[in-house]
Nanobody
């Protein structure tokens, strides 16, 4: 069974940066497409970024393009989300997800989810 554990969340001022990590275990990491989603206060969970099995290809939600970078290290079974130029609207619980498809933006395309890590951006 796949297990995902996120870390790296916290409180940051607007304009600051954070790097989230998600540790994967239980199966062969390089065979899974990975994604990051977020759920803000009173909002539905939404797609943020996705990365292919190899890490060569990435896909972003429009509002984070140019500010967030998804990457993965298949030797460490870990996916990252580097978040720069953070805004208060980025405040949310961030979840990583794993699925057998690549570069998907729908929650339905992911089979496994982490417990989430809180990111709070103050103005």
């Amino acid at each position: 069974q796949v297990q995902l554990v996120e870390s790296g969340g916290g409180l940051v001022q607007a304009g600051g940066s954070l790097r989230l990590s998600c540790a994967f275990s239980g199966r062969t990491f390089s065979r899974y497409g990975m994604g990051w989603f977020r759920q803000g206060p009173g909002k539905e969970r939404e797609f943020v970024a996705a990365i292919s099995w190899s890490g060569v290809s990435t896909y972003y939600e429009d509002s984070v393009k140019g500010r967030f970078t998804i990457s993965r290290d298949n030797a460490k079974n870990t996916v990252y989300l580097q978040m720069n130029s953070l805004k208060p609207v980025d405040t949310a619980v961030y979840y990583c997800a794993a699925g057998q498809w690549q570069l998907r933006g729908s929650m339905n395309d992911y089979d496994y989810w982490g417990q989430g890590t809180q990111v709070t951006v103050s103005s």
